[in-house]
């Protein structure tokens, strides 16, 4: 077993990768680039991944061998990009990602990357997960759990040393995502009491409102009037991004551009910014930052701090907009870095410190390169970077509702309808929430029961059909000799990292016994799915450039 262990902060624009130092405190890795965020994407060169800066900086030149925001694909397709006359998976676009933040982490500190908890939104659900951890499995790495990033945060933040009870919102705008969380913190406990997301919101979109303004001015003052290229669009995308954050620190910024040409300098103002994207973008945030703490106060919660997580809560108009609505000043430490030091701190807590899985290795005597895991000073407080001296227990909520097909009397009429056996926003106090559904055979000896089961946001107990929602179908196999007064039970357990289990039982003759599952669910990686990705990938001579 490797000395440290790492937390990765797997994100839809940028990654990140953290361990606890031997002075007790979180730190990030920086990439062989230098930089503590590596862009997360691929380009493919030949042979060869590329994947980080020079793969954004290529996607000028070859995009169509490059792939951005892979993340929001994860769990929902098989597909990613086609290459080399491959069909690629997200999975594993996200492996070499991962690989990459690991490989330069181990090269630049020397020592070898195995043991990792990777985040992912709070709001993912249940195929997006597996398909992260897969991602993690592909990239060769220990994956000890997938723990969501607002919980990450949280303790990086320091909740967890806190004295009195409090009740924290956490508002993660990223590249791509974003998601609201309230949790209710005591001293070393964290519970997630709702969450609300966007999985298509994120910095891109401010990107895109400046880029199109960008254009238009760019037309506007050059007089051109012909059609930009994607060399030209990609270039004008990262002037965008660029200016944007500009506006973070100043009033305004000037934009020099050249096209096939012709030649323009575009003033920008913060004022302008904010207009460009308030409405469209910023006001989504707050409806479901809203719909967040209105959960949670029918829950008895008021919200009493607000922290900032994602690199663009960065932008002023997130801090001012939260404060003057709620009338709280919101909190911000490294936006960028809270999630993977979090992770880290998590990993450490559980794994090392804790009763946690790992094995610790005692190593040789007098070897500080060694030195037991378990040994680690203790850590200090946040305004050094977070942490706690004690285990943190975690309570985490469901973020899904799960439920499954069944036929129902409606009027005179059997009627298809959805009975939620799983709330969205329940708390797990005990790791895992198990809902159960007793179902039936229709005729005696029936080889099996064919169940459907839904993924959605409904806070309801019943609701109808919506085929998109479907998330698979379970198959039990039902016993021998079944008749139709026997019952069978099937549960759906939902476990802390958001993965979902089925189990079955037979009650057959007064005897209740397990029966075998067969989960065929959507975005779900099967076992010979994987290997077969694995193999493919070996087969594809593909190579990390390092
Ligand atoms: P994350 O996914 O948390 O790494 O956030 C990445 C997003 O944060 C990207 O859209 C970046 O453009 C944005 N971002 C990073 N730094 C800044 C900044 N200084 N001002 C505004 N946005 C930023």
Known sequence: MAKYVYGIDLGTTYSCIARINDNGSPEVIKNKEGLNTTPSVVFFDGKEVVVGRVAKDNTILEPENTISFVKTLMGKSDFAINYDGRDITPAEISSYILRKVANDAADITGQEVKDVVITVPAYFGAAERDATEKAGKLADLNVLSIISEPVAAAIYYGVTNQTEEKNILIYDLGGGTFDVTVMKVKPGTIEVICAEGNHDLGGKNWDGNIQAYLEEQFREQSGFDGELDNSDLQDLALKAEKAKMELSERESTKIPMAFQGSKARVELTREKFDELTTTEFLDLTIALTDKAIETAKNKGINVDQILLVGGSTRMPQVSRTLKSKYGLEPAILDPDEAVAKGAAIYATDVYVNGKGDITVNSGEEGNDENKPVGELPPLVGPSNGGGSTKPITTIFSTTKTYGVKLLTQVGRELQPRIFNLILKNTAM??????????????????????????????????????????????????????????????????????????????????????????????????????????????????????
């Open 429 to 546: 106090p005990d790791g895992s929430i198990t809902g159960v559904q007793e179902a039936g055979v229709v005729e005696d000896n029936q080889p099996s029961i064919l169940l459907e089961i839904y993924e959605s946001d409904s806070d309801a107990n019943e609701m109808e059909v919506i085929d998109k929602l479907k998330l698979g179908e379970v198959e039990l196999i039902a016993p021998p000799g079944i008749k139709r007064s026997d019952r069978v039970f099937m549960s759906l357990v939902l476990d802390t990292s958001g993965k979902l289990h089925v189990h079955g039982e037979a009650e057959v003759n007064g005897v209740r016994k397990e029966v075998d599952v067969d989960l065929e669910a959507k975005g779900f990686m099967s076992e010979e799915k994987f290997e077969e990705i694995k193999d493919e990938m070996k087969k594809s001579g593909l190579v990390m450039q390092r």
